[in-house]
């Protein structure tokens, strides 16, 4: 098959449209580029490296144009193409001599360009990874902190008990579930290496599936692991399977003293997951709640999942509701006692935190902003010391 065919079957991969009304010139632009290159003989290779680049510019432009309903612009020729591509090359080059020339000017716009734009994606990122995206758990919005507040002492949160967590979880009806945390530093002697203090935390066992979280290794502990007097168990983080235990696969059955105890690890969390803070280690939270009072016991952080469709005020009148019969059946421990529900995020770090990182976001925004200025009234202040060359150019 001849070039002249090829062409014209190449051609019939553009819209209908467009071959009406530009199918001659194409075919007459495509014959000229055959004729140069044929010039010193036949060169099939590289005419079909040609026509390669020239259906990929104009193409899909073409379809672009005149192939979706887009019929305003007129589409460049092949040779059209290869020109403005010669033409962007040339200003390429013309922009690194002129940069080889003034180095300084180079790099005091590269710098501080630089600096303004790391800076605010820096700021970005941080904003991004505390306020906006929330937690790294399977929808975050609907995982809220509950928190006791005293009015007879102040608006200040207080952690909870074990008799009002119990009596909180038999109750409610908005949540697919409420864990229980007790946040503390454990005492650790992993094998053969000094102990250190870690941070960790006695959670409930219903803490893993609220958040929606499953062990790289092993497994979670059970609710049966949660009774007194059960063997001693733990589930430890990435970092500390990696950083202490050297990143065993075979880590899950081996043994650690944890707090004076020889402890059995059962899995290992994802890297990322040190819920509710900092924590790498997390055993069961065993509390003998009928030999204490109501007002005694390990301080708790309650962390609750709204049901879906729930809202956070919904989930609030709910509390309300638990409390209000609490105080009236335990006046002694519960008179005048409440508890917020709120998300949990926004919760734990406050509300002036995102307000300052708004703030900081801001202000870098506004340094990359005076970078801007900065550089574009070197720019024209460097064009105005070019004038004669311009003129003569």
């Known amino acids: 098959m001849n070039e002249p065919a090829i062409f014209r079957l190449l051609l019939a991969l553009y819209p209908p449209r467009f071959r009406r009304a530009y199918g001659d010139d194409v075919l007459a632009a495509t014959e000229r580029r055959r004729q140069e290159l044929y010039a010193t ?25 005149h192939g979706l309903g887009r019929h305003g612009h007129l589409i460049r020729l092949p040779e ?20 080889v020339r003034t180095p300084g ?50 608006p200040s949160r207080l952690l909870g008990r074990i008799h009002d967590y119990r009596d909180i979880v038999e109750r409610q009806t908005t949540f697919d579930g409420i864990a ?20 960790g935390a006695y959670v409930t066992a219903n803490m893993f599936e609220l958040l929606g979280e499953q062990p790289v290794l092993g497994r979670v502990f059970t609710d049966d692991e ?37 402890t059995t690890v ?17 055993q069961p939270l065993r509390v003998a709640y009928g030999e204490i009072e109501r007002s005694e016991g390990p ?21 309300d509701r638990i409390m209000a019969q609490l105080a009236l059946e335990h006046p002694d421990t519960n008179a005048g006692m409440t508890m917020i529900s709120r998300p949990y995020v926004r919760e734990i770090i406050g509300y002036q935190i995102p307000q300052l990182l708004f703030t900081m976001l801001g202000a870098v925004a506004m ?21 004669r060359e311009f003129a003569v150019r």
Do not use: K
């Open 41 to 65: 003989g036949p060169r099939p290779l590289r005419l079909a490296a040609v026509l390669a680049r020239d259906l990929a510019f104009s193409l899909p432009r073409a379809w672009w144009t």
């Open 80 to 99: 059209e193409e290869s020109s403005l591509m010669n033409t962007l090359g040339s200003d390429l080059r013309y922009a690194v001599r002129r940069l």
């Open 105 to 154: 000017t180079a790099l005091i716009a590269i710098v501080a360009i630089g600096l303004g734009i790391g800076l605010t994606t820096a700021m970005f990122s941080i904003v991004n990874g505390v306020v906006l995206r929330g937690l790294p758990f399977d929808d975050p919005h609907e995982l809220t902190a509950l928190m006791r507040i005293n009015p007879s002492e102040g």
């Open 180 to 199: 229980a945390i007790n946040a503390q530093p454990f005492n650790v002697s992993p094998p053969g290496a000094d102990p250190e203090l870690v941070q």
């Open 226 to 262: 949660e009774i007194l007097g059960g063997p001693a168990v733990a589930v430890v983080g990435n970092r500390f399977w990696r950083e202490r235990l050297g990143a065993d696969p075979d880590v899950v059955g081996t043994t650690a003293r944890i707090n004076g105890t020889q």
């Open 266 to 282: 059962l899995g290992v969390m994802p890297e990322g997951f040190e819920f509710p803070i900092i924590q790498q280690i997390w």
């Open 299 to 319: 301080p708790l952080i309650f962390v609750g999942r709204l049901a879906d469709g729930v809202s956070v005020q919904q989930g609030q009148a709910d509390i």
């Open 367 to 387: 340094v990359l902003l005076i970078a801007c200025a900065n550089v574009a009234n070197l720019l024209i202040a460097r064009s105005t010391a070019a004038g």
